[in-house]
């Protein structure tokens, strides 16, 4: 190797860690100027930038590249360039393109290549994925899950944990992202961080949706020794939430108030702050305290007042179906402000990664019920209790036992029914510490 080589080959490997560490400003710093290196660490080094690019801007992204692979010379090069150009297309929802992609790819990998065949597996189930085909099972998916590579497996499970998602069956979504953080512990150096970092979201929220004690100490752990990096603060903040509505369920107000404080000062963006208020308010609420869920109530309005929700594109417009729920005993006209706010979203929108872009069952229950008690207390009791047992028939269906509790209690106000009342007992006792648990005397 020449001298001339030695620098573009120690960039390319700085670049890729910090890229595998979530420091992708960094990466792209020490790529600048790649596309005068010699051949073949040019074309590496515009891959890399176009894989870093796709994550945030993927337009940019494929303008990174040149416009034909026939440019690349080298067949790693060629491969690296479709399967680029493959990201930024699924990151645009351009499934036609995307697909395009990948077939190109197949068509340039020798049979021996193994560890190419193993990535594409993956992606063809990825795409499988976008569709809302959702097989745990598929043949691409074992495939995937046989490779040498323990990053790509981490990426294979947290891929089929998301298939059990679709299929509504949570436990079994939580059983294989608790085998990625056990991938990640044997196997941190190799794994790349920001997968990491979606896994733990996932497995907090679902901690407190499902409350899973064990899940959520778990996180709890990896939470304080995790290397969280300014581009990983929305799932930072996610699982912030996540613990801090696990610690509440757990009658641990001390730690919940703790946690959810901090996200309402950490907030990677004013509409997730005021989701943040809202949890401050919702726990105040639950716990009796009218004085500081109403003034939390108003900051989250304030806060909600500055927000362009068009540009919203993670799950922080649910902001908007959380602050209807509350105004909707005080000030049902506001509270359907929001709701009529949230109906212009457009969910094209949206993060290719984000489940809840294609109303799936829970983002149906959670609209439902945001709906339904406004229905409430515009007097309109009979549509009002429709849309609630309708949101609480599904959280029951998927295992949300706080949900399912608020959604029966909502019904037994609505109603007078005993079987409501008994209904909210029974998922109450899952968490007898709580303040709900406490005010129906299901402890």
Aim: aromatic share 10%; with cysteine.
């Amino acid at each position: 190797m020449t001298n001339s080589e030695l620098e573009p080959v120690a960039l390319l490997a700085r670049a890729a860690e910090l890229d595998r560490l979530a420091r992708s400003e960094e990466a792209l710093q020490a790529l600048e100027g790649c596309r005068d290196w010699p051949v073949p660490y040019n074309e590496r080094g515009l891959v890399l930038r176009a894989e870093i690019m796709a994550v945030s801007d993927p337009i940019a992204a494929l303008d990174e590249l040149p416009e034909d692979a026939s440019m690349f010379t080298t067949l790693r090069g060629r491969i690296g360039y479709f399967l680029a150009s493959f990201r930024a297309y699924s990151v645009t929802r351009n499934a036609r393109a995307a697909e395009k992609m990948l077939e190109m790819a197949a068509a340039q990998i020798p049979d021996e290549k193994a560890e190419y065949r193993h990535w594409l597996a993956y992606l063809r189930a990825y795409m499988q994925w976008q569709r809302r085909e959702y097989d745990p099972a598929s043949d691409d998916l074992s495939y995937a899950l046989q490779s040498p590579d323990p990053a790509l497996r981490v990426f294979a499970l947290n891929l089929r944990a998301w298939m059990h998602a679709g299929e509504e069956n949570f436990r079994l979504q939580m059983s294989d992202l608790h085998d990625c953080l056990t991938l990640y512990a044997q196997y941190g150096e190799l794994c790349r961080i920001r997968s990491i970092a979606i896994t733990l979201q996932t497995v907090a929220i679902a901690a407190w949706e499902l409350y899973d004690v064990e899940a959520a100490a778990h996180v709890a752990r990896l939470y304080e020794k995790f290397p969280w990096t300014p581009e990983l603060q929305v799932y930072r903040f996610i699982v912030l939430r996540g613990l801090g509505w696990c610690a509440f369920l757990g009658g641990d107000r001390t730690n919940s108030q703790t946690l959810i404080e901090k996200c309402k000062w950490e907030g990677p963006s004013a509409a997730w702050r005021a989701l943040a208020h809202e949890d401050c308010a919702y726990m105040a609420a639950l716990d009796s305290d009218s004085a500081a869920s109403r003034d939390n109530i108003k900051a989250a309005q304030a806060i909600a007042s500055t927000v362009d929700w068009q540009t919203t594109r993670n799950e922080e417009h649910m902001a908007l179906l959380s602050l209807a729920a509350l105004l909707a005993p005080t000030d049902a006209d506001d509270a359907k402000r929001y709701l009529s706010i949230y109906h212009q979203i457009q969910p094209h929108g949206l993060r290719e990664a984000i489940d809840a872009s294609y109303e799936p069952r829970r983002t149906r229950a959670y609209r439902n019920y945001a709906e339904g008690r406004v229905e409430q207390f515009h007097g309109n009791d009979r549509v009002a209790a429709r849309m609630i047992e309708d949101a609480y028939k599904i959280f029951v269906k998927i295992g949300f036992v706080f949900r399912a509790a608020l959604a029966a209690e909502a019904l037994l106000a609505l109603t007078g029914e005993t079987r409501w009342f008994n209904a909210a007992c029974t998922h109450a006792a899952a968490f007898p510490k709580s303040a709900i648990a406490r005010r129906l005397g299901a402890n």
